[in-house]
């Protein structure tokens, strides 16, 4: 079994930063892609970052350039820095893990190609 357990949400001001985190736990061998979801109110679950096995990352477009994803192995810890927070960035987000591949470079953001999520953080960005 597998647990994820973020933190590091909060309220900020346009323009702010936050840094997210998910403890990753378990048997993780087989786990050959992390990736943060988020979903605002009345939206669908939308892919933000991937990161897999060899370090190779993907952003959604309207993160580029501001969020950067990274593992740290030496704590199983999955990051998500977010830079100049917009309102359209609040959401509660999540963090997954694929259980045995990676996703088709198409795939990458849906959320049927993760096993394992973990409960959600929420972020809020104030105008």
């Known amino acids: 079994q597998v647990q994820l357990v973020e933190s590091g949400g909060g309220s900020v001001q346009t323009g702010g930063s936050l840094r997210l985190s998910c403890a990753v736990s378990?048997?993780?061998?087989?786990?050959?892609?992390l990736a943060w979801f988020r979903q605002a109110p009345g939206k669908e679950r939308e892919g933000v970052a991937c990161?897999?096995?060899?370090?190779?990352?993907t952003y959604t477009d309207s993160v580029k350039g501001r969020f950067t994803i990274a593992r740290d192995s030496t704590t199983s810890t999955l990051h998500l820095q977010m830079n100049s927070l917009k309102p359209e960035d609040t959401a509660m987000y999540y963090c997954?893990?694929?259980?045995?591949?990676?996703?088709?470079?198409?795939?990458?953001?849906?959320?049927?190609?993760?096993?394992?999520w973990g409960q959600g953080t929420q972020v809020a960005v104030d105008a």
């Open positions: 990161i897999d096995n060899s370090a190779r990352t």
């Open positions: 997954a893990s694929t259980r045995y591949r990676i996703p088709a470079p198409e795939n990458w953001h849906r959320p049927d190609e993760y096993a394992y």
């Open positions: 378990g048997y993780t061998a087989r786990y050959l892609s």
